[in-house]
């Protein structure tokens, strides 16, 4: 009897290492995106919110700025040249020079005014909510910034610090800090209200109308009454005089501040509207009457300002600069001439225009003010009006005589 033997017959295949890693790999992201769909269908999208916030985080923003204004990237170190175009985004830093100014708003409505010789750093910058929540924090690193607020609920928050101080400002406020040279500082508050504290731990709370003074270890004045910034009188703006034997003399006059008690008074006149150094021509200091003879003073324009000083050594603001004219005795009133002018594009609405004029002569260009050289060449950084296609140049020398000229801004002259 023969043996009935049962047995099966297997095939093998050989399969590559790699694929069978393809495998786990495509079953991995199966089980991952499986996930994922069913938490998306009973959660929703996690990453709506992130995407919204991505979409709608836009950098403070340049309002107007004039003279040398500059940014510096905090992520590149890069400096660049103040433009309309520019964003400002937490850790850059604004910088304005002797003949600066800029204007910028904020995440949350606010406004914020970068004076002459001044630095400050954007820390936070951020609004949700359309505007309900902002987070909007910045350095006064050095010279002096106003801020502007607008009507806040409890979810805003405006922070504005300095070396030596820390202060959350309110809604509807209009206040100004000031980080001067030797280390001390300054806040003013105008209206509404600043929660004020030390790097000590002392805090009080500053309302409109008042101001403190911080010294170089950090300590906080007691609340004065703010002296309020003197109202020139005369001369008015653009007002015009005439040089008898080559000279002329003007009389300054101005208005005692609404607010706080003067002990003396302080002014300058200059050839720039920015009074510079080199620009200034007379600075007078302890008057204690409100007014003064500007004396000696040759054809050519001329600006001037004033501010106030109490008995407890609080200044005033500078009042803001009105120009007046001194034209010489019997001036024909021919046109002053000029040559070689050109735009320079920047980028965005800031141009460079460039000339050649009699020197000492002055000019004005979109606002902005300068003197021609010694050699007669003047340059100018401006902000063209939106949509200019051309600006105009208006010139005044030494000797009363002026020049009016248009300048295209795309180079066709």
Known sequence: ????????????????????????????????????????????????????????????????????????????????????????????????????????????????????????????????????????????????????????????????????????????????????????????????????????????????????????????????????????????????FTATNGSATVTLRWQKPQSGLPAYYRIEVATSPFFVPEGKVMERDQLSVMQFDATDLRPGAYFWRVRATAASGQTSDWSEPLKFIIAASGANSSTVRVSNLTAVHLGGDVYIIRGTTNPGSNVRVAGREGTAAGNGAFQIQISAPPNSREVTIQILDTQGNSGQYKLSLDGSG
């Open 1 to 240: 009897m023969a043996t009935k033997v049962n047995h099966f017959d297997i095939d093998w295949w050989v399969i590559q290492k790699r694929a069978v890693y393809i495998g786990a790999l495509l079953l991995a992201l199966a089980i991952v995106a499986g996930g994922g769909a069913i938490y998306v269908w009973k959660y929703g999208n996690p990453f709506k919110n992130v995407a919204d916030r991505s979409e709608n985080v836009p950098g403070a923003r340049f309002m107007s700025f004039e003279g040398d204004v500059r940014v510096m990237r905090a992520t590149t170190r890069q400096v660049l040249i103040a433009n309309s175009d520019i964003q400002l985004y937490p850790g850059d830093t604004v910088q304005t020079q002797a003949d600066g100014r800029a204007r910028i708003t904020m995440a949350d409505g606010s406004t914020v005014v970068v004076r002459p010789n001044s630095t400050i750093i954007i820390r936070d910058n951020e609004s949700a909510d359309n505007g309900k929540r902002s987070n909007v924090h910045v350095v006064v690193d050095s010279g002096q910034m106003l801020v502007r607020t607008p009507q806040q609920s409890e979810d805003n928050k405006n922070v504005i610090e300095t070396p030596k101080t820390q202060n959350r400002i309110n809604g509807e406020t209009n206040a100004s800090f000031g980080v001067n040279p030797e280390g001390t500082e300054e806040i003013r508050v105008n209206s509404g209200a600043v929660q004020s504290a030390n790097r000590l731990g002392e805090q009080l709370v500053l309302k409109g109308g008042e101001y403190v003074s911080v010294n170089q270890s950090g300590t906080i004045s007691k609340p004065q009454r703010l002296l309020d910034v003197p109202q020139p009188l005369q001369p008015r703006d653009m007002e015009k």
